[in-house]
């Protein structure tokens, strides 16, 4: 184990548990202790009702949600991820950048259907690769992808919407830029495994999938005070001593900055048309007790979410393993990095919320925790994010009523 780690002083579950309880965070030995074993019942049920335990006592029955339109800004990437749905090639009738009035349009549909985040979320660096992305960014006055991006952000934001961007990779120029039109940024870091930039494995031809790059960019963005949204992606080739490690640099993140908002914990499902399309995914059991682990290692500052519509009939049990966020759920449009995944209905998941005991409340695209915390946004994004806000930070429907 690296650094951060304490020394496991039993390997009893109830003391394991009892100790990351007191003490709000799991240690990086005990984590792998705990994974280890987490098939066995006398591991797996005192885990769960752990993180169970640990979310009630940061955020009491509340799981949030944030209504959100999704932009993807444009779906060509230079990488090329094993797992990847969501880029395709210049030449596929399904390449796409939007156009400006296409992301002004989309912004009057979400504001009027209630939304307040435009969720950005876009292939990396599509101009160091092809030619065409490059002539079609300068024929309208761009160099760069995410020189293109700011443009976009600030017709959302100017619309009405509070833009959250995932671009992939950014410099710290990049996301000085952004930061006056975006409550939020993010970038999953998946897996600080660099293993997984090997021969065949999921990242072999994706540079910026570079576990360094990747903290770096995280780094940079403690920096800029910018609240920021990560998260692993669990079942790409990693192992679990890797997966306690990218959950140990996620706290560390958060130790020396205080930007870490949100941690997804995302398993990789095979499709039938990626090249790791024989791959053996995660069970539902292990992705509830990775969720767990998740909750008990972050410490109580940082959300826990799970994509509700990735894991369809496992609502109650990530709940139960201390699940405090579902994400963005759009009543506008479909999941495009995962579009065989149809959104729950909003409806739908407030119930399935209640019936597990929960309560269901609409977010922002920047949580409580940086909005009322002074130097995390620009101050016109905070103030548009504080009239769209309940006096607890959360979103306010009849605000966007309003502003509708
Ligand atoms: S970086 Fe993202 S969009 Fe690009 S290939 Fe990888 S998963 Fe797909």
Aim: charged share 25%.
């Amino acid at each position: 184990m690296e650094r951060g780690d304490t020394p496991v002083v039993s390997s009893n579950p109830s003391d394991i548990l009892r100790r990351a309880l007191d003490e709000q965070r799991l240690s990086d030995a005990d984590a792998l202790w705990l994974a280890e074993r987490m098939a066995e019942d006398g591991v797996r049920e005192p885990l769960l009702e752990a993180a169970g335990e640990a979310k009630a006592r940061c955020q009491g029955d509340l799981v949030t949600v944030s209504r959100n339109v999704f932009i993807p800004l444009t779906n060509l990437c230079r990488d090329r991820c094993a797992y990847c749905t969501f880029a395709k090639q210049p030449d596929s009738p399904e390449a796409k950048t939007w156009a400006l009035d296409e992301v002004a349009s989309m912004t009057r549909g979400a504001v009027s259907t209630g939304c307040t985040e435009a969720l950005f979320c876009l292939g990396d660096k599509p101009e160091i690769a092809y030619r065409s992305h490059r002539a079609w960014l300068r024929e309208r006055g761009f160099e760069t992808t995410a020189e293109y991006l700011v443009e976009a952000c600030r017709v959302s934001f100017e619309g009405g919407m509070l833009p959250h961007t995932n671009a992939g990779i950014l410099s710290q120029e990049e996301m000085a830029a952004l930061r006056p039109w975006n409550a939020s940024m993010g970038l999953m870091l998946e897996s600080t495994s660099p293993r997984l930039r090997g021969k065949g494995m999921a990242h072999q031809y994706a540079p910026d999938k570079e576990p360094e790059v990747r903290l770096r960019m995280h780094e940079e963005a403690g920096e800029l005070r910018i609240p920021f949204t990560t998260g692993l992606l669990i079942g790409i080739g990693e192992n679990a001593a890797e997966r306690v490690d990218t959950l140990r640099a996620i706290r560390d993140l958060d130790d020396r900055h205080g930007h870490i908002q949100e941690c997804i914990v995302q398993p990789f499902h095979p499709k039938p048309d990626i090249r790791m399309r024989a791959a053996e995914g995660l069970t539902d059991a292990e992705v509830v007790g990775w969720v767990a682990i998740a909750r008990l290692m972050l410490g109580p500052d940082v959300q826990v979410q799970a994509p509700p519509n990735l894991a369809p009939g496992m609502l109650a049990p990530l709940l139960r393993a201390g699940v405090s966020d579902w994400g963005g759920v759009s009543p506008v449009t479909v999941d495009f990095i995962n579009p065989e995944a149809p959104w729950p209905a909003l409806d739908a998941l407030r119930e399935a919320t209640h019936d597990a005991g929960a309560r269901l409340v609409e977010r922002l695209p920047v949580y409580p925790r940086h909005l009322t915390q002074p130097g995390f946004l620009d101050p016109a994004v905070r103030e548009a994010a504080l009239r769209l806000a309940t006096p607890t930070g959360h979103a306010d429907p009849d605000a966007r009523r309003e502003a509708a």
